[in-house]
């Protein structure tokens, strides 16, 4: 199956910038996600970014795609106490799985004030 | 409803015992997806429907584990002889479609077996 890396654990102060780093192996997904976890809460999409383009932003987010290398970032611009929180990164499938999602392990990104 | 929808929240069970967990999906949406996530790890799929119909079963671990969706809406996972490795929280989605469609997850249930 597909295998996406992530490093586990983020701390950074209020207000700085995040970067949450993501590698996957299948060069031919579609689409690539970051979610966000809360404590005790579903998965929140927060951006995607299809597999054509090389950078996507979004207010405070800005996703970053190496396709060579297979390297998918998040950065959180001015990141607040709320941005706390597990973020995964996912790729589609392809053929027959092309329908779920493969997951991280998730990054738990701690903001101090 | 306006989101997506899982009962109960939580469920404590012995070993051995059979649990059925609940997904109300977004209306509207024909794709619906089961995903379970052990403790410190990502979701990992597990089934996903298109309609009715699975599109998708090559998650489920072994034949203990099934799920329905009847009337391609609710849908219901059904464990059978649960063992202690099942707990986990078991996450629901639904989309519109399939590729490129966002999912939306519901908040999950946790399993506890004893």
């Known amino acids: 199956g597909e295998d996406v890396e992530q490093s586990l654990f983020l701390s950074v102060r209020e207000g700085d910038s995040s970067v949450i780093n993501c590698t996957y192996t299948?060069?031919?997904?579609?689409?690539l996600y970051w979610y966000k976890q809360e404590p005790g809460a579903g998965l929140q999409l927060l951006t995607y970014?299809?597999?054509?383009?090389d950078m996507k932003q979004d207010q405070r987010l800005t996703v970053l795609l190496n396709k060579k290398d297979k390297h998918l970032s998040l950065r959180i611009a001015d990141t607040q106490t709320g941005d706390s929180a597990i973020y995964f990164c996912?790729?589609?499938?392809?053929?027959?799985?092309?329908?779920?999602?493969?997951f991280g392990r998730g990054t738990q990104l701690t903001v101090w004030p | 409803g306006a989101g997506v929808s899982q009962t109960p929240s939580n469920k404590v069970t012995e070993k051995g015992k059979y649990v059925e967990l609940r997904c109300d999906p977004i209306s509207g949406h024909t794709a619906l997806y089961w995903y379970r996530q052990s403790l410190g790890q990502g979701p990992e799929f597990l089934i996903y429907f298109q309609g009715t119909g699975a599109a998708d079963d090559s998650g489920l671990p072994n034949d203990r584990f099934f799920a329905v969706r009847p009337e391609g809406s609710v849908s219901t996972l059904k464990i059978q002889r649960t063992e202690r490795g099942d707990s986990a929280v078991y996450l629901c989605?639904?989309?519109?479609?399939?590729?490129?469609?966002?999912?939306?997850f519901g908040p999950g249930t946790r399993l506890t077996v004893l």
């Open positions: 299948d060069s031919s997904s579609t689409y």
């Open positions: 989605a639904s989309a519109r479609g399939t590729t490129g469609n966002e999912q939306f």
């Open positions: 970014i299809f597999s054509n383009m």
């Open positions: 996912a790729e589609t499938g392809r053929g027959s799985t092309l329908g779920r999602l493969y």
